[in-house]
């Protein structure tokens, strides 16, 4: 076993930390403020490789194994939520499952422009009436031969607003429940389809967040992926690359409240020294840290698995069910180290700890984390 990063994933690692701290994490507070999605900063990270992270060179990406890929989500993690929300969203729910279920055509119209930032890619699983539960949705999608007709709506779907291509799920057979649904690519400028933005969000106000409307929406048969009735696995295949990304970047903004919360510690001063040196302190810290360096073991052996190629959905469930939840524990931990200036918007803690709350809730909530394990565990599933 090797713990060791190696001499090019440490070079990855400067080279993404010297970017995030000059051009992400000074900005992130305004970004948010302003619920402005920054696409120059977006621009200047398809120019330097890091969107298209783990895709190969042959498609314009930039050939990473799933380490770099993960300390690339870290990164990002520790500058700005959103920003990693939108690139976990870009490469591990698009650009990776159209480079895995996409007919050579689709992968060349869509993977090395995505891979280079060029086009935005969103997914709309998610409805108005089906999360957890997504095999229950009600959108439709009706052959006419030469295409379909799409009807229905999405709901919660990251970069709808900015996307050029939606990856969206659409029932070809009402009656077949999971084995009915099938994957479609919706381009943006499709007739029939169009976007309305969610705002007033907890966190990530820097992501786009936005309801997909499909009313009659054409869209022809070349366009859809992977083969029909077949969505669902689709599906499911995305959610596991993005289940260890988001873990990834969970990992980076945990270790950047921690970082803040320890820099704090040796600068106040309480009782005549450095709150560092109160033990209660030390013991907020040092439970910050463990939970830290586990949620990044946690990550980086699901990546290994990943670099592998052998089954992961029980690491990466056990990374994404931890991670997520060590952020937010994390976060709450660090604003307790800061106390009331913790609270203010002076300090990142405050944008970090909202932030953090959404990732115990998308790509599977941590309670389908927990049977998703449970079943793994026990060969009895609780839910179907
Ligand atoms: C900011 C944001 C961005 C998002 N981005 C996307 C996106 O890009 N694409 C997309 O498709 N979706 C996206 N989503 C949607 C997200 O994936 C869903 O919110 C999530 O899957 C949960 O579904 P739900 O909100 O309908 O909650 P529900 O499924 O209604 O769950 C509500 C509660 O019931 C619990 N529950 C449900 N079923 C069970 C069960 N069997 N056993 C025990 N407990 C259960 C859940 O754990 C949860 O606590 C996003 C959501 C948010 C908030």
Same mark, same amino acid.
């Given at each position: 076993m090797n713990f060791d990063l190696t001499p090019e994933q440490e070079q990855v690692q400067k080279m993404v930390r010297d970017f995030v701290a000059k051009e992400i994490t000074p900005n992130a507070g305004q970004w948010d403020k302003e619920e402005k999605f920054p696409t120059d900063v977006w621009k200047k990270m398809g120019d330097l490789g890091i969107i298209g992270t783990s895709i190969p060179e042959e498609y314009d990406g930039s050939g990473m194994d799933f380490i770099t890929h993960a300390i690339v989500a870290e990164e990002l993690g520790y500058g700005c939520s959103s920003m990693r929300g939108t690139y976990s969203v870009q490469i591990s729910l698009c650009t990776k499952t159209i480079l895995a279920f996409g007919t050579e055509e689709q992968k060349q119209k869509y993977v090395p422009k995505m891979a280079m930032g060029e086009l935005i890619g969103c997914y709309g699983l998610t409805e108005a009436d089906s999360g957890s539960d997504a095999a229950s949705m009600k959108c439709t999608a009706e052959d006419k031969g030469d295409h379909y007709v799409l009807n229905g709506g999405k709901m919660w779907i990251t970069n709808g607003g900015i996307a050029d291509v939606a990856l969206v799920f659409a029932k070809t057979d009402k009656e077949a429940g999971a084995r009915g649904i099938t994957a479609f690519l919706v381009d943006k400028g499709t007739p029939g389809y169009s976007t309305c933005d969610i705002h007033d969000k907890l966190g990530l106000k820097a992501s786009n967040t936005s309801e997909l409307i499909l009313d009659n929406c054409e869209v022809p048969?070349?366009?859809?992926? %992977?083969?029909? %009735?077949k969505g669902f696995k689709v599906a499911l295949s995305a959610l596991d690359n993005a289940r260890f990304t988001v873990s990834a970047g969970c990992v980076g903004s945990a270790q950047s409240a921690c970082d803040t919360a320890k820099a704090y510690a040796k600068e106040r001063i309480q009782f005549g020294k450095p709150i560092a040196q109160h033990q209660l302190v030390q013991q907020l810290i040092s439970n910050m840290v463990l939970d830290i360096e586990c949620g990044r073991l946690l990550v980086y052996r699901a990546g290994h698995m990943k670099n592998k190629k052998v089954p992961n959905t029980r690491e990466t469930s056990l990374a994404k069910y931890f991670c997520t939840e060590m952020v937010n524990r994390v976060a709450y931990n660090a604003i307790q180290v800061l106390g009331g200036y913790g609270f203010s918007g002076e300090y990142p803690l405050e944008r970090i700890y909202r932030d953090a709350r959404v990732n115990t809730l998308y790509e599977g909530t941590s309670q389908i984390q927990q049977l998703i394990l449970g079943n793994i565990e026990l060969g009895m599933p609780a839910f179907t």
């Open positions: 048969k070349e366009n859809v992926l %992977g083969p029909v %009735g």
